[in-house]
């Protein structure tokens, strides 16, 4: 089975602090992805990478940026968190072009005080 | 306008059929899938059709595609309290982004 894992199910972080998600998949997928969950507003994506090093934005990439220096690692970072990006945090990889079944991690629950 | 289009919740009482609905406007999809996202947790792949099927049934699930109008449908038979969760639609963006609609809250109820 494909197994996507976030280093963490819940996050309290302060404002102003530099926030570190990690995301591992062990499946050899090209594509990661960095979503964020809110209510009524679905998921939205923030980053995708679809190589190592290489990166896109996503619709809202303000306030966040990622790492990705190998394969199977897909950092996000939150340079100087805020209490706007309070939010549930999912990771995603699919295999690769041609191919968009997603898999998932847990969920990351941010909480910025 | 969004890409992808469901309702927000949908309520119905044990042991009927639930139907959850959505729309789609990229017509060079290839693949149209449906998630579940239990309390807390990521979501899980519950799914798909190709965009060349009508129909497609697996166990309690049916999912039912009008290529015309690109609505697409989620019917679960026999809901039970176990099937309450957030049910996501999807359709590939391009050739390798998944889009997802806002999520359909499914509350089942005695």
């Known amino acids: 089975d494909v197994k996507v894992t976030q280093s963490s199910r819940y996050l309290v972080k302060r404002t102003g602090e530099k926030v570190f998600l990690e995301c591992v998949q062990d499946?050899?997928?090209?594509?990661m992805f960095w979503y964020r969950q809110d209510p009524g507003l679905g998921l939205r994506l923030i980053y995708f990478?679809?190589?190592?090093?290489?990166?896109e934005k996503g619709d809202i990439p303000e306030g966040y940026s990622v790492s990705r220096e190998k394969k199977e690692r897909f950092s996000l970072i939150l340079e100087s968190a805020s209490t706007n990006q309070t939010s549930m945090y999912l990771c995603?990889?699919?295999?690769?072009?041609?191919?968009?079944?997603?898999?998932f991690g847990q969920g990351t629950r941010l909480t910025v005080v | 306008g969004e890409d992808v289009e469901q309702s927000l919740f949908l309520s119905v009482r044990e042991g009927d059929s639930s139907v959850i609905n959505c729309t789609y406007t990229?017509?060079?999809?290839?693949?149209l899938y449906w998630y579940k996202q239990e309390p807390g947790a990521g979501l899980q792949l519950l799914t798909y059709?190709?965009?060349?099927?009508d129909m497609k049934q697996d166990q309690r699930l049916t999912v039912l595609l009008n290529k015309k109008d690109k609505p697409l449908s989620l019917r679960i038979a026999d809901t039970q309290t176990g099937d309450s969760a957030i049910y996501f639609c999807?359709?590939?963006?391009?050739?390798?982004?998944?889009?997802f609609g806002r999520g359909t809250s499914l509350i089942v109820h005695p």
């Open positions: 499946m050899d997928h090209e594509n």
């Open positions: 995603a990889s699919t295999l690769g072009v041609g191919n968009t079944e997603a898999f």
């Open positions: 990478s679809y190589d190592v090093k290489m990166k």
């Open positions: 059709i190709f965009s060349n099927m």
């Open positions: 999807a359709e590939g963006r391009g050739s390798y982004i998944p889009t």
């Open positions: 990229d017509s060079s999809s290839t693949y």
